[in-house]
């Protein structure tokens, strides 16, 4: 019988970038199996600080879990004064956010969104490791790898043996409320994702289409969000 390491899982969750393991049944030591789902995630403030960006200056706080998983909240204005505050809750895209990539349209997105939020005068953006749409980035890269061969972003994900979409919002979802923020405004065209958060409590008093203009290196790509996702874009 496999005797699962607790430390050895939670480093493969970290590696993998997987937001929570807490679906994952644990085989302790004594032989039973017991889940995690209905423990109470410890969420922390590791640091809290000043940011100055393009779109103007947020407040950039760090966010722990009991497992030492981390989530960054971009915070503009006075969250408590506002009922349902504007949130964009962004999964890392190291390809897209950092170099530019234009397979997908998360730059985009992300610069849309922290624009929204500076001009609404009061919201947040939560940035989250979920890259790869949860299966971390060497299997983001080797799914590009396929699609480069011919198979679109559901088919590789396929492929390599993991569901269209693997996130979970769990973390973002307890993040907001550690924040205080139980309504909001949601910036996003992913229907999972409204769902995931209503999951966890959080009510959407509105959702708010994120769709940057898009470039042609895209197009394909998003096609193949609409319709096999079911993600609400007019490409
Ligand atoms: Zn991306």
Sequence with gaps: MLLVCRY???????AEGLAR???YPVRTYNGSVKR??????????AAEARLPTRFGTFRIVGLENARRQWIVALIKGRLSRVRA????IHSQCLTGDVFTSLRCDCRAQLELALEAIARAGAGLLLYEPQEGRGIGLINKLRAYELQDNGLDTVEANRRLGFPADRRNYAFAAQSLRFLGVTKIRLLSNNPDKIA???????????????????HRASRTYLRVKKKKLGHLLAV
């Design 8 to 14: 050895l899982l939670e480093a493969f969750a970290a």
């Design 21 to 23: 393991i807490a679906h």
């Design 36 to 45: 995690k789902r209905n423990s109470r995630p410890r969420i922390r403030k």
């Design 85 to 88: 505050p504007l949130v964009r």
């Design 196 to 214: 995931g958060l209503e999951r966890y409590g959080i009510k959407i008093e509105e959702r708010i289409p994120c769709e940057p203009a898009t």
